[in-house]
């Protein structure tokens, strides 16, 4: 099975149901199965082949949807770049994986024009929205968008298919953190296994209405399309969490069933005054992304008491890990869950033999979820994807530190570049973040570690406040030594006004740390 017959076979089922909401537009399935074979159609008649990659700079749009499947349909590799990249990152993606093709924007095409006349494999510019493009200059083939989709002289039946399960679908960067973005291969197989097993812990019918609020660019975004469109629902895209009452708004007019957030978009809800409103439709609220904290559990389960809440970890290169069953988040508020259906994890140490329970040491995936490898990074490759259990396979070493209780159920301990270390001790910054949470006041909460000559580092809490509240560090801090051992107590709290974010919406630790050592140079 291919990506791309999410869209096909719901559009065979489910014709004449609302399939994709965005504004005051609302799209079918068969008109969106129509306008992407149209888009399909013309980028083979400009000599898109199978495997080209052609890249998505847009924003959270109908016609970002449609050229997602109109490159699948096409053979293609997708990659969705957030629109607001700069120049520079963008040209270094689309050099890095040779792109053929890219659709963006009208409007900004004149900021990006120079930096495309760079891109040395870019052959053909697809242009999206109003403007009248045939004054535009470019050394590369400019095409309207618009025209290409209205164009009902161009076919509206799927193109003949190029493509076999194991061929490459879709490019994911990663926000370049450690340096460089790396682009995440990977295949129809690795999308189809996780988009399947991640709607059967769900429990995705063609009745949900699930409503994104990340860009597509972030792949937790991303598969809210890919995994409303397998099950026939439908899906709202809203372009952020910036107008919060009006999504609100929009959850209880549309009949919302399922809500995907981030810990940044959990912090913002706890915030607001939510008496005023009633969800009966709301059926699911999912978290991923970095782990949400125990005590925005608790507030929401009191909040949404009729929701059924999913905590879940995963990371890009493997889209999903693990999840946890809702009726163990009293039992168990601080673990991430066990693995998904049709996927094994466990933990080894650093000569990457199994440890024993609650023995903490790096997670490893085995599955068909898991990435081919980074695009022509074959040492970085080398690094994450190993030899496995059985012969001739190789799983995933994730770089993200568990333990495992007796049942299989993980718990996450910290990156492994993140651990502080300090008197001697190994420290989880996400341990004393659960413990920041905890003390009403505090909005959102960064645990680092500073260089020290005695303790070899020290632990710093930088922290924001919620509207109104007051705090001083002696409060904060014997708040800490109340709950957490000795050697874990923050020696210094920091308060800001905003914690620097990625693009996916988690906290940007390497800017926190940076701020810092700003601040004390």
């Given at each position: 099975?291919?990506?791309?017959?999410?869209?096909?076979?719901?559009?065979?089922?489910?014709?004449?149901?609302?399939?994709?909401?965005?504004?005051?537009?609302?799209?079918?399935?068969?008109?969106?199965?129509?306008?992407?074979?149209?888009?399909?159609?013309?980028?083979?008649?400009?000599?898109?082949?199978?495997?080209?990659?052609?890249?998505?700079?847009?924003?959270?749009?109908?016609?970002?949807?449609?050229?997602?499947?109109?490159?699948?349909?096409?053979?293609?590799?997708f990659l969705v770049v957030n629109p607001t990249t700069k120049t520079d990152k963008l040209l270094y993606i689309l050099n890095n994986c040779r792109a053929k093709g890219i659709v963006l924007p009208v409007a900004k095409f004149g900021e990006v024009q120079e930096k495309l006349g760079q891109a040395a494999h870019l052959q053909c510019v697809w242009l999206a929205g109003e403007g009248d493009v045939s004054g535009l200059e470019s050394s590369k083939r400019l095409l309207g968008l618009s025209r290409v989709l209205e164009d009902l002289r161009v076919p509206a039946l799927p193109p003949r298919k190029k493509c076999i399960n194991i061929d490459l679908a879709a490019l994911i960067y990663t926000s370049g953190?450690?340096?460089?973005?790396?682009?995440?291969?990977?295949?129809?197989?690795?999308?189809?296994?996780?988009?399947?097993?991640?709607?059967?812990?769900?429990?995705?019918?063609?009745?949900?209405?699930?409503?994104?609020?990340?860009?597509?660019?972030?792949?937790?975004?991303?598969?809210?399309?890919?995994?409303?469109?397998?099950?026939?629902?439908?899906?709202i895209l809203e372009k952020s969490f910036a107008y919060p009452h009006a999504v609100l708004q929009t959850i209880i007019r549309e009949k919302v069933t399922g809500l995907p957030i981030v810990p940044t978009i959990s912090a913002i809800l706890l915030q607001l005054d939510l008496a005023a409103y009633k969800f009966p439709s709301l059926r699911y609220i999912s978290n991923t992304a970095a782990a949400l904290p125990t005590d925005h559990i608790q507030k929401l389960r009191k909040l949404f008491p009729h929701v059924t809440i999913f905590s879940m970890y995963g990371l890009t290169e493997c889209k999903r890990v693990s999840y946890l069953p809702p009726d163990q988040l009293d039992i168990r508020p601080t673990s991430v869950g066990r693995g998904m259906p049709n996927e094994e994890v466990y933990v080894v140490d650093e000569n990457g033999q199994r440890v024993p329970p609650n023995v903490v040491g790096e997670l490893v995936v085995r599955g068909a979820n898991?990435?081919?490898?980074?695009?022509?990074?074959?040492?970085?490759?080398?690094?994450?994807?190993?030899?496995?259990?059985?012969?001739?396979?190789?799983?995933?070493?994730?770089?993200?530190?568990?333990?495992?209780?007796?049942?299989?159920?993980?718990?996450?301990?910290?990156?492994?570049?993140d651990i502080i270390k300090t008197r001697g001790e190994k420290?989880?910054?996400?341990?004393?973040?659960?413990?920041?949470?905890?003390?009403?006041?505090?909005?959102?909460?960064?645990?680092?570690?500073?260089?020290?000559?005695?303790?070899?580092?020290?632990?710093?809490?930088?922290?924001?406040?919620?509207?109104?509240?007051?705090?001083?560090?002696?409060?904060?801090?014997?708040?800490?030594?109340?709950?957490?051992?000795?050697?874990?107590?923050?020696?210094?709290?920091?308060?800001?006004?905003?914690?620097?974010?990625?693009?996916?919406?988690?906290?940007n630790k390497r800017l926190v740390a940076a701020a810092q050592m700003g601040e004390e140079a």
């Open positions: 099975m291919q990506v791309e017959s999410f869209l096909e076979q719901s559009a065979k089922c489910y014709p004449s149901k609302t399939a994709l909401i965005c504004g005051d537009r609302r799209m079918t399935y068969r008109e969106l199965e129509e306008q992407a074979n149209r888009l399909a159609h013309s980028m083979l008649s400009e000599g898109i082949q199978r495997g080209d990659r052609v890249a998505v700079y847009l924003d959270n749009t109908v016609e970002a949807v449609v050229s997602i499947f109109a490159i699948l349909k096409a053979g293609a590799v953190s450690t340096g460089r973005p790396k682009g995440v291969m990977l295949t129809h197989l690795n999308i189809v296994s996780a988009a399947t097993s991640i709607t059967s812990y769900l429990e995705n019918t063609p009745d949900d209405i699930i409503i994104n609020l990340l860009p597509l660019a972030f792949d937790y975004g991303l598969y809210q399309v890919l995994m409303a469109f397998k099950m026939g629902a439908a899906i898991v990435m081919k490898g980074y695009w022509e990074l074959p040492a970085e490759t080398a690094e994450r994807l190993r030899p496995g259990p059985l012969p001739n396979e190789m799983v995933l070493y994730t770089g993200d530190l568990f333990r495992m209780d007796e049942e299989g159920y993980l718990y996450f301990f910290g990156r492994k570049d420290v989880s910054p996400k341990e004393v973040e659960d413990v920041l949470y905890a003390l009403p006041g505090i909005a959102e909460a960064a645990v680092i570690g500073m260089a020290d000559e005695v303790l070899g580092q020290s632990i710093r809490a930088v922290v924001t406040l919620r509207e109104g509240a007051q705090l001083t560090e002696k409060e904060v801090l014997r708040h800490c030594a109340e709950r957490l051992e000795n050697f874990m107590v923050p020696q210094s709290v920091d308060f800001v006004p905003s914690l620097p974010k990625t693009g996916t919406g988690k906290i």
